[in-house]
Nanobody, 117 residues
């Protein structure tokens, strides 16, 4: 199993920045990628992006590309989601998830991001 804990959420004004962290523990050596998702009230969960754990290759959803950067620090077993130029529509609970090669099998508890206009 892999355990994930997100942190770094909060309230920020439009145009501001936040960096979310996702600390992983457990069977890290079996981890293929860490993904970031978000879910706004009344909306379905949305893919934000992911990064492969060993190669460090990121990929982003079109809605955040150019405003977000995903990285990981293998020594700290932590993945990051840097979000810039935040908009009110970025308000959501943000989750990280562990991709074990076939699907996202483990999820964190989520962290709230609120962007005020």
């Amino acid at each position: 199993q892999v355990q994930l804990v997100e942190s770094g959420g909060g309230l920020v004004q439009a145009g501001g920045s936040l960096r979310l962290s996702c600390a992983a523990s457990g069977r890290i050596f079996t981890l293929y990628a860490v993904g970031w998702f978000r879910q706004a009230p009344g909306k379905e969960r949305e893919f934000v992006g992911h990064i492969t754990w060993n190669g460090g290759f990121p990929d982003y959803a079109p809605s955040v590309k150019g405003r977000c950067t995903i990285s990981r620090d293998i020594a700290k077993n932590t993945a990051y989601l840097q979000m810039n130029s935040l908009k009110p529509e970025d308000t959501a609970v943000y989750y990280c998830a562990a991709h074990m090669g076939s699907d996202y099998a483990y999820w964190g508890q989520g962290t709230q991001v609120t962007v005020s206009s």
